[in-house]
Structures are given as C-alpha cells and as structure tokens.
T-cell receptor
Framework: AAGVIQSPRHLIKEKRETATLKCYPIPRHDTVYWYQQGPGQDPQFLISFYEKMQSDKGSIPDRFSAQQFSDYHSELNMSSLELGDSALYFC????????????FGPGTRLTVT | LAKTTQPISMDSYEGQEVNITCSHNNIATNDYITWYQQFPSQGPRFIIQGYKTKVTNEVASLFIPADRKSSTLSLPRVSLSDTAVYYCLVVSTDSWGKLQFGAGTQVVVTP
C-alpha cells in the first residue's frame, strides 16, 4: 500500500540558510500534519492543513511556514536556520480532518551546522 | 488539554502480555484516547483509539473504565519486534488532528 513520502530524507544546512521539506500524502488523503522531533525528545506538532487551508497550529516558529498545494502535497519552508532546528521532521496524512488515525512518513533528518 | 502520565519504561519477555496504564485525570467529555507506537528514527504508528469501555483490534486492546480517568493498552503475546516507545494521547474534538505527544513508555522485550 502507498505510504506518505517525504523528501529529502536527509538534509544538511548551515546556520542562517533556508530549507524546504516536501511531503506527499497517501492518495486521497486530504489532511497533512507536520511534526518536529528533536534528539531524545517526543514529537511536537507544528501545523496542519485540511483541503489546502491551515487547520491547526502548534509550536511552529515564525521562521517556518508551510502550505498545502492543489494536489494535496505540502511543503515546510524553514528560514534563518538555527542549530536547534536540527531534528527529524515528520509529515503525516489522514483522510478527513476528523481522524485520529494519522499515517506518518519516514521523516526528513535535518542537520544544521 | 488533559495531561497524561504513563510509566517511563517497562520490561517484558517474549510471549507475555504487556499492559501499559495511562492516567488522564482531567479528561474532558469531548476528549478521545489514542495510542501510538514509535520505533527509533521512524514516524509514530497508530495502534488504537477509544472513548470508553473496551476496544480491540488485530494488534491490541484498549480498556477504558467508566470514569475515563485512565486507560490501559494491552499488547498480547509480545515479540522482540514490539520493543518500542508507546504514547498515550488525549485528543479533543476541538483540535482533532493536533496530536500532542507527551513522555511515552519505552517497552523492552527480551527473549
């Protein structure tokens, strides 16, 4: 069965650079979520989109922005990167905004040097 | 948002049943309970969800008492591949998709 696709899987950036992470949800899923998991920490909700509109927002820094496109894929844009942004970034998708069952992707490991 | 408390870690042997109890004393009427499993460097995986009483699927069972102040995830006959972190989450219908992960339970299964 098709799963959530995230690209790139690994990304190395320097401080103050920008990064763009991409997420392709499971076909027919209309809701996308972004989570950040720092080393040794638990996943933290960043932001979600339902039918291309932002549906909820968590602890996402102002330096980060995201959007969902007409084909339902989503991109997380991160600017002025800091060392503390080094983390695993997971994207998840679900069918409908009222589903507790979210399907997570393999994650993008971002390293900021 | 209801705060959850669960054991930091649990050890088990292969073939045993593992029960992880999560406390959520201030759970609200419109809150649901869901459990996720996470292996190192992988995204969390949905296990089960419930509102009250008992829910069972092919992977686990979830027991929720009448007062809903706690819930117990039961993993029958665990194997080495069940070694993972298990998260209990309380989700409000007001912010349905916003999964807020707290400290999970590291389950270690040994032969």
């Amino acid at each position: 069965a098709a799963g959530v696709i995230q690209s790139p899987r690994h990304l190395i950036k320097e401080k103050r650079e920008t990064a763009t992470l991409k997420c392709y949800p499971i076909p027919r899923h209309d809701t996308v979520y972004w989570y950040q998991q720092g080393p040794g920490q638990d996943p933290q909700f960043l932001i979600s989109f339902y039918e291309k509109m932002q549906s909820d927002k968590g602890s996402i820094p102002d330096r980060f922005s995201a959007q969902q496109f007409s084909d339902y894929h989503s991109e997380l844009n991160m600017s002025s990167l800091e060392l503390g942004d080094s983390a695993l970034y997971f994207c998840a998708s679900s069918l409908g905004a009222s589903s507790l069952e979210q399907y997570f992707g393999p994650g993008t490991r971002l390293t900021v040097t | 948002l209801a705060k959850t408390t669960q054991p930091i870690s649990m050890d088990s042997y292969e073939g045993q049943e593992v029960n992880i109890t999560c406390s959520h004393n201030n759970i609200a009427t419109n809150d649901y309970i869901t459990w996720y499993q996470q292996f190192p460097s992988q995204g969390p995986r949905f296990i089960i969800q419930g509102y009250k009483t008992k829910v069972t699927n092919e992977v686990a069972s979830l027991f929720i008492p009448a007062d809903r102040k706690s819930s117990t995830l039961s993993l029958p006959r665990v194997s080495l591949s069940d070694t993972a972190v298990y998260y209990c989450l309380v989700v409000s219908t007001d912010s349905w998709g916003k999964l807020q992960f707290g400290a999970g339970t590291q389950v270690v299964v040994t032969p």
